[in-house]
């Protein structure tokens, strides 16, 4: 690849983004690259804050989450040593599990997007994505799936949320769609088959 590129995978939860940041890193390890995998809410005590209100061991308003993913978000840029930028400037291919979309997703559906779109407006100004990867899924097959591999069921995770945050993602691209590269990809295939179209997305970027 030309230059160390920052990818931020999305979707709902159980749409396989793990799986394929996983299977994106062996890939560009394996054509040289040096990658670093990362994920939010991030290990942080904000983050570890998140956690707890989405387990329901605190208590969380949907506003208090959407400013503590903000704070955790610039965090997850700005760290001097782990941070986002420093591994990019480091040469580091970043791929995060998560980014502003899914802000803009999981809290537009219970605060205004615009706000959300607007709090999170420095993260965007410091580290806009060069690839953002939405793998789509039906929120049918994300409790499917989310049974199966959950002991317990957290805070968004229920049918009917599911579908909003899935229609607030495609609202927000449209919004967006000027200043954002996106892409979709189906995700009720096997992990194999949607692996394959993210490498060629990712390296139809790095010829342009
Ligand atoms: P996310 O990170 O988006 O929540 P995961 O990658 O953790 O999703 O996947 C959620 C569950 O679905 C896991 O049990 C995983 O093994 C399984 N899974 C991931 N991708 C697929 C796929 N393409 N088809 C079927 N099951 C999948």
Redesign the pocket.
Known sequence: MKKNLFIA?E???????????KLLTVRLEEAGHKVYATFEPTGSPMGRIIRDMFNHRMEGDHRTIAALFVADRLHHLLESSTGMLRKLEEGYTVIT?RYYFSSYAYHGVHVDIDWVIQANSLSAGLLRPDLNIF?DISPEVSME??K??REAIEMYETYDNLNKVRAKYLEAFEQLKEVERICVVE?????E??AGEVWETVRRYDAT
Do not use: C, E, N, Y
Request: hydrophobic letters at 30%; a positive charge.
């Open positions: 995978f979707g709902i939860d159980g749409s396989g983004k793990s799986t394929q940041v599990d793998i799936r989310l199966k591999s995700g009720d295939r096997s992990p088959a949607i």
